[in-house]
C-alpha cells in the first residue's frame, strides 16, 4: 500500500524547536519529490517546503532561515526542523508527493496531488 505518514507535531513555547517526519511507504523513494503544506483554523492552505529528489530545497518565506527540510533515504524519510517557532506557525502540518520541486512554483495545482499524509498538529504558543 503506498501511503505517507506524517508525524511528529505537537506543543511548544514560542522559540521552541519540534522536527516532523514524512515516511513514504510503498514508493521507489529516491523518485520522490516531498512537500510540506501547513492549514491553519480558518485559513487556506499554504506551502510551506519541498525537497527534490535531488536534493534541492524551497522554503516559503514566512520559514525561511527557521524550518530545514532534510531527506534520509535509506529511511524512505522526509523531516522538517523546525526551529524559533512562532505562534503562527500554529497549523495542522501535511506532507504530500508533488510533481516537482524545481523552482519557487513547486506547489501550485497541490489540489491535483494524488497523495498526502494524514497531517500532524503543530501548536505554539506565546
Not at 511528529?8 to 510540506?36: E, H, Y
Amino acid at each position: 500500500e503506498v501511503q505517507l505518514q506524517a508525524s511528529g507535531g505537537g506543543s511548544v513555547q514560542a522559540g521552541g524547536s519540534l522536527r516532523l517526519s514524512c515516511k513514504a511507504n510503498g514508493f521507489t523513494f529516491d523518485d520522490l519529490n516531498i512537500g510540506w503544506f501547513r492549514q491553519a483554523p480558518g485559513k487556506e492552505r499554504e506551502e510551506v517546503s519541498c525537497i527534490s529528489r535531488r536534493g534541492k530545497a524551497y522554503y516559503a518565506d514566512s520559514v525561511k532561515g527557521r524550518f530545514t527540510i532534510s531527506s534520509d533515504n535509506p529511511q524512505n524519510t522526509v523531516y522538517l526542523q523546525m526551529n524559533n517557532l512562532k505562534p503562527e506557525d500554529t497549523a495542522v502540518y501535511y506532507c504530500a508527493i508533488p510533481p516537482g520541486c524545481e523552482d519557487k512554483t513547486w506547489y501550485l495545482e497541490s489540489d491535483e496531488y494524488n497523495y498526502w499524509g494524514q497531517g500532524t498538529q503543530v501548536t505554539v504558543s506565546s
